[in-house]
């Protein structure tokens, strides 16, 4: 099977390498899909032997190796979960082809850096060139490119397993409503994945789209009325799902809060385990955006993560500061709708996390939508100044007129 792991490997590399060419980017551009590009490759074949030692991305690719197709089938038909879903998409590739970890890792790798670029598209139809993000900066410090090269993002984008596929699903998902008419497909992927993996995300995403959209002063009343009938057409049964999969009978504060100590329990048994009981419900969502921080540091890790969830602490501090109200009120409906998702992802998650390892990978899912508001009041900075510089030269101009 060698062979087909060299070939299989060096596919995946080739088309994570290749996919720029598929969409409209320019020169420059490209350039800065090629350094996403390496550092993904680099961070995946890291990741590889960190995985390899155990944990999900190992056991979703080696149960299914050691799975006939008769018991794969009984599993979907008995208790079809989002485990038995990664089973069943790994069993051809790891049991039929007979495929070694490293070769699925980069298969994954290649879906993560495509979430990527779909970032980088979204980002491009709001602001036309990725490349002004050159000329910007965050308290005096440049972001381009290291905005985009989050390490914590990639180590979670390039893993086999549910975490990846998610976060492929958000971002395709965001792109796609940009133009749903061009990009119907890409909605029907994106929600089709989320809702066999994590349907709590695609109901978050639904809730988020919908409220953008009826908050905007833009939205004639007709399609507000429209967008409300269509999205409780959705949210209910979404809704039921998601109490279903979560294993609440019925919606109610009391087993709510019977499910959030449940699962908070259930998910400090790790040595990374957190005591949350204790903080008030603001202090848990600090938590689960920004800890682990470097107290909470016990391993090169956990370091690394600290200074990225510091990083990420700067960037939405400038987000606030940067006249973030003006801005979520003028900007495009989809920047409420990546801010909401921010925000309520953070407080559905917040009371049911108490373990950091599972914190930073959950908050994964939201990063596509917090990379795309922050680039966006970036770039709104950015407006701002060139405005601000107009308007000076414009009075000097008056001031002193050319002989």
Same mark, same amino acid.
């Not at 390496?38 to 032997?49: D, E, K, M, N, R």
């Not at 908050?363 to 508001?373: D, E, G, H, Q, R």
């Given at each position: @099977?060698?062979?087909?792991?060299?070939?299989?490997?060096?596919?995946?590399?080739?088309?994570?390498?290749?996919?720029?060419?598929?969409?409209?980017?320019?020169?420059?551009?490209?350039?800065?899909?090629?350094?996403?590009?390496?550092?993904?490759?680099?961070?995946?074949?890291?990741?590889?032997?960190?995985?390899?030692?155990?944990?999900?991305?190992?056991? $979703?690719? @080696?149960?299914?190796?050691?799975?006939?197709?008769?018991?794969?089938? $009984?599993?979907?038909?008995?208790?079809?979960?989002?485990?038995?879903?990664?089973?069943?998409?790994?069993?051809?590739?790891?049991?039929?082809?007979?495929?070694?970890?490293?070769?699925?890792?980069?298969? $994954?790798?290649?879906?993560?850096?495509?979430?990527?670029?779909?970032?980088?598209?979204?980002?491009?139809?709001?602001?036309?060139?990725?490349?002004?993000?050159?000329?910007?900066?965050?308290?005096?410090?440049?972001?381009?490119?290291?905005?985009?090269?989050?390490?914590?993002?990639?180590?979670?984008?390039?893993?086999?397993?549910?975490?990846?596929?998610?976060?492929?699903?958000?971002?395709?998902?965001?792109?796609?409503? !940009?133009?749903?008419?061009?990009?119907?497909?890409?909605?029907?992927?994106?929600?089709?994945?989320?809702?066999?993996?994590?349907?709590? @995300?695609?109901?978050?995403?639904?809730?988020?789209?919908?409220?953008?959209?009826?908050?905007?002063?833009?939205?004639?009343?007709?399609?507000?009325?429209?967008?409300?009938?269509?999205?409780?057409?959705?949210?209910?049964?979404?809704?039921?799902?998601?109490?279903?999969?979560?294993?609440?009978?019925? !919606?109610?504060?009391?087993?709510?809060?019977?499910?959030?100590?449940?699962?908070?329990?259930?998910?400090?048994?790790?040595?990374?385990?957190?005591?949350?009981?204790?903080?008030? $419900?603001?202090?848990?969502?600090?938590?689960?955006?920004?800890?682990?921080?470097?107290?909470?540091?016990?391993?090169?890790?956990?370091?690394?993560?600290?200074?990225?969830?510091?990083?990420?602490?700067?960037?939405?501090?400038?987000?606030?500061?940067?006249?973030?109200?003006?801005?979520?009120?003028?900007?495009?409906?989809?920047?409420?709708?990546?801010?909401?998702?921010?925000?309520?992802?953070?407080?559905?998650?917040?009371?049911?996390?108490?373990?950091?390892?599972?914190?930073?990978?959950?908050?994964? @899912?939201?990063?596509?939508?917090?990379?795309?508001?922050?680039?966006?009041?970036?770039?709104?900075?950015?407006?701002?100044?060139?405005?601000?510089?107009?308007?000076?030269?414009?009075?000097?101009?008056?001031?002193?007129?050319?002989?």
């Amino acid at each position: @099977m060698l062979l087909l792991d060299i070939l299989f490997s060096l596919l995946s590399i080739f088309a994570a390498f290749s996919i720029k060419y598929f969409y409209n980017f320019n020169r420059n551009e490209k350039k800065l899909v090629n350094i996403i590009f390496v550092f993904h490759t680099i961070v995946c074949i890291a990741a590889t032997p960190i995985l390899f030692e155990g944990g999900d991305a190992y056991g $979703y690719w @080696m149960i299914p190796k050691i799975m006939n197709w008769q018991e794969i089938l $009984y599993l979907v038909q008995s208790n079809l979960n989002p485990t038995v879903i990664i089973n069943l998409i790994n069993y051809f590739p790891s049991n039929a082809l007979g495929l070694s970890f490293p070769t699925g890792m980069f298969m $994954y790798s290649f879906f993560g850096l495509w979430g990527f670029v779909f970032i980088l598209l979204t980002v491009k139809h709001l602001v036309g060139d990725l490349t002004v993000f050159k000329k910007s900066k965050v308290f005096g410090v440049n972001v381009y490119p290291l905005i985009f090269l989050l390490p914590n993002m990639h180590f979670w984008s390039v893993g086999i397993g549910k975490d990846t596929l998610l976060f492929f699903a958000v971002s395709l998902f965001i792109y796609s409503v !940009l133009n749903i008419k061009k990009r119907f497909l890409g909605l029907i992927v994106a929600s089709t994945i989320a809702f066999f993996i994590r349907p709590h @995300m695609l109901l978050f995403l639904v809730a988020s789209f919908a409220l953008a959209y009826l908050l905007s002063s833009k939205t004639p009343l007709y399609q507000k009325i429209i967008l409300t009938g269509v999205s409780l057409a959705l949210f209910i049964p979404l809704l039921n799902v998601v109490l279903e999969f979560a294993k609440i009978e019925e !919606l109610s504060l009391e087993n709510f809060m019977e499910f959030s100590a449940r699962r908070a329990t259930s998910l400090s048994v790790a040595g990374s385990g957190i005591d949350l009981s204790g903080l008030p $419900y603001p202090l848990k969502v600090l938590t689960f955006l920004f800890r682990p921080l470097f107290f909470d540091a016990h391993n090169f890790f956990a370091y690394l993560v600290s200074f990225e969830n510091l990083i990420q602490i700067f960037l939405l501090v400038f987000f606030l500061k940067n006249r973030f109200l003006t801005l979520l009120k003028f900007s495009p409906v989809i920047i409420r709708a990546c801010f909401l998702f921010y925000i309520i992802g953070a407080l559905a998650f917040a009371p049911i996390m108490s373990n950091l390892g599972i914190i930073i990978r959950e908050k994964n @899912m939201i990063m596509p939508a917090f990379l795309i508001f922050i680039l966006i009041s970036v770039y709104y900075k950015h407006l701002r100044k060139l405005n601000d510089l107009k308007i000076r030269e414009n009075i000097v101009d008056f001031h002193h007129p050319d002989p």
